[in-house]
Nanobody
Framework: QVQLVESGGGSVQAGGSLKLSCKAR?????????MGWFRQTPGKEREGVAT???????DYADFVSGRFTISKDNAEDTLYLQMNSLKPEDTAMYYC???????????????WGQGTQVTVSS
């Protein structure tokens, strides 16, 4: 089973940028996964931000509105989320997720990282 470790969170002012990383450690090189970024704030359900399938096809939540880009480096087994034009409402714990078959913007993925906090101040 894959293990996921996120990094790159932090505090920025509105309009700023952050790049999140998620290092995946697979049990074997033959394993393939859909991967995604989700976020959650206290008292709210976890919501999908972006996913990328095994072919590299991305999908984004409507609220992203062209501000975020999901990508992956297959050689490094690392998933990224470049976030630009950040807003205070983007403040949340961001989670990386992976699943061998499921690939939608709902939090039904099999494997999750521990999360990295993003705080955007106005």
């Amino acid at each position: 089973q894959v293990q996921l470790v996120e990094s790159g969170g932090g505090s920025v002012q509105a309009g700023g940028s952050l790049k999140l990383s998620c290092k995946a450690r697979r049990a074997t090189d033959r394993e393939t996964y859909c991967m995604g970024w989700f976020r959650q704030t206290p008292g709210k359900e976890r919501e999908g931000v972006a996913t990328i399938d095994t072919f590299g096809t991305p999908d984004y939540a409507d609220f992203v509105s062209g501000r975020f880009t999901i990508s992956k480096d297959n050689a490094e087994d690392t998933l990224y989320l470049q976030m630009n034009s950040l807003k205070p409402e983007d403040t949340a714990m961001y989670y990386c997720a992976a699943d061998p078959s499921f690939c939608r913007l709902t939090p039904d993925f099999r494997t999750w990282g521990q999360g990295t906090q993003v705080t955007v101040s106005s």
